[in-house]
């Protein structure tokens, strides 16, 4: 019995340290986007770069502060000099939202899949640009010009500015952004 007490203690600690990492993470990215924020707000903001480090990324994320779409759920980022890759479980069928298509090569987008996307990704000039390269479901290669038409028949209506070659005005004067190993630096004018 006390076996099993020891261990339970020992993951019952093990775990409450992770949490509290994760919340430490979750709450360092929250200030850094405060501090952002507040930065932009200014006549002549503070140049100093900004680093978001994976984790804190992945701890906020985690932590619920971000409304993902209905049906996207343990979303891991990681980072690599000009490349995002991202990592989700995602419900096609909530995602969807009763829209349903008779095209059969829309039907690969149906239940429950685990999806990885790798794009490039980079922010100069105040604008930001995101191009997809690639989507995986459940580790199978999904061909561009199905993401193309799942991107036009689900995405675009909900989200107009969501493609698979997005490009978009950057918050808070934000003038740069890099990807670069595990992290995400931004820098202000």
């Not at 999806?115 to 390269?133: I, L, N, P, T, W």
């Amino acid at each position: 019995m006390k076996v099993w007490s020891a261990l339970l203690l020992t993951l019952i600690l093990g775990l409450t340290r992770e949490l509290a990492a994760q919340s430490s993470a979750a709450a360092g990215m929250q200030h850094k986007l405060e501090r952002v924020e507040r930065n932009g707000a200014l006549a002549q903001p503070d140049p100093s770069p900004t680093e978001f480090t994976e984790a804190e990324v992945n701890a906020y994320f985690a932590s619920g502060n971000i409304q993902l779409p209905v049906g996207v759920r343990s979303v891991r980022f990681q980072g690599q000099p000009g490349v995002v890759t991202g990592n989700a479980r995602v419900d096609f069928d909530q995602l969807k939202a009763g829209r349903s298509s008779y095209n059969p090569l829309l039907s690969m987008f149906s239940g429950v899949h685990d999806v990885a996307v790798v794009a490039h990704a980079y922010g100069k000039r105040k604008e930001g640009f995101v191009h997809v390269d690639s989507v995986s479901l459940d580790d199978v290669q999904i061909p561009r010009f199905a993401l193309q038409l799942f991107v036009e028949k689900y995405l675009e209506p909900k989200y107009p500015d969501i493609g698979l070659d997005s490009r978009f005005a950057l918050p808070a004067r934000v003038d740069t952004a890099i990807v670069g190993n595990h992290n995400l630096t931004i820098t202000q004018k």
